[in-house]
């Protein structure tokens, strides 16, 4: 998710220059260096592991011992050790590789106690507002009269991206994709791809569409998001408004939905019986890998553009077209689920190949 806060401090000033160390791992031995002597600010981007890596406890390390200025953009799952288990927390990560650069145990041991004293951003809900007010701070700036909103006009985009509004990282990876695909399409006639957020209704068709009259919706895949009861209303709603859409997956622990998930949604059983009929019709289509925490930002302008190539190729797509037959009953997709599960590792299999 690093990729939304970059982009807002470098698109809002020419003399904000971000570096990513993901970005720029084909020369560890520098990777300490940059930050003493290059960085202005480390923000730490607190996930649930980021204390558990070796090299993002260095580059922690180097920063409190060079002074640089540090903040913690902090995610729900974030929170610092227990001092009592510090011992047991720092012997389950590879230190030894960090000796070579002088950091010792003890050295991990003060950075950790020291991040108690810098300051944290809680980012608990993700939205571009909450994001926009942290990066107004780090940059500096008063913040703006009106706050940034987190969504159009429902009425303003042919184009829908889709997550699991209750995943971080899934809300952060429709935000890139938005960001990826806008950027290539901005100067022309077409309208721009944008998130929908949570307990927004999927709109009617009121904008211009294209050839086909249906609205695209871009549906970020990631673990356990067909759990989601928004993302299963979203989808009842796109089967309504016959909306074409397109999976894209982006965790590499994406499961393919099964049978039995329907008893963990709050739906009545035709809704459910519906629901598992949207996705066997959804994974017909061939997915498109879109995977932000493995991919540099080049990697990820060249998916943008392959995703953008099948929308402007997409002659129907997938309307549901498949749902005008009967619905089955739950017996025939329990007959059904293994083809279609056979079908669906086919399709996957050509995706990530290509």
Not at 163 to 174: G, I, K, Q, R
Not at 219 to 234: E, G, I
Not at 306 to 329: C, H, K, M, V, Y
Request: some cysteine.
């Amino acid at each position: 998710m690093f990729f939304v806060p970059t982009q807002e401090l470098q698109g809002q000033g020419a003399k904000h220059k971000v570096f990513v160390d993901t970005d720029n791992l084909t020369d560890l031995t520098r990777l300490f260096t940059v930050v003493s002597d290059e960085v202005d600010m480390l923000v730490v981007v607190g996930t649930s592991s980021v204390l558990t890596r070796k090299w993002c406890l260095g580059e922690i390390t180097t920063a409190r011992v060079n002074n640089v200025p540090t903040v913690i953009l902090g995610l729900a799952d974030f929170e610092l050790p227990n001092h009592c288990c510090l011992d047991t927390r720092l012997g389950l990560v590879n230190t030894s590789d960090l000796a070579n650069y002088g950091i010792s145990i003890e050295g991990l041991k003060d950075t950790i106690n020291w991040l108690e004293t810098v300051k944290c951003f809680p980012l608990e809900d993700f939205s571009l507002s909450a994001l926009q007010s942290i990066v107004d701070e780090l940059k500096g700036v008063k913040p703006a009269l009106s706050p940034v909103a987190d969504s159009t006009d429902s009425t303003d985009s042919d184009c829908l991206i889709l997550s699991d509004p209750s995943n971080t990282e899934a809300m952060a990876t429709a935000y890139i994709l938005a960001a990826m695909t806008s950027r290539q399409i901005m100067h022309t006639q077409q309208t721009l791809p944008r998130v929908v957020v949570k307990e927004e209704k999927l709109p009617a068709i009121t904008v211009k569409h294209g050839a086909s009259g249906a609205i695209s919706c871009l549906l970020v895949c990631t673990r356990l998001c067909f759990h989601s009861k928004q993302m299963a209303d979203w989808l009842l709603q796109a089967y309504s408004l016959d909306c074409r859409v397109l999976p894209i997956v982006s965790s590499e622990d994406f499961e393919l939905p099964s049978v039995n998930m329907g008893h963990s949604l709050s739906l009545n059983s035709t809704d459910v019986t519906l629901y598992l009929t949207i996705l066997q019709s959804l994974f017909l289509e061939i997915t498109l890998p879109f995977l932000p925490q493995k991919s540099s930002e080049d990697d990820l302008k060249w998916k943008a553009h392959r995703i953008l190539q099948r929308l402007e190729a997409w002659d129907g797509g997938i309307t549901f077209a498949l749902l005008n037959q009967a619905i089955p009953s739950r017996a025939d997709l329990g007959k059904n689920m293994f083809l279609f599960l056979l079908t669906l590792f086919i399709l996957l299999s050509n995706s990530w190949s290509s």
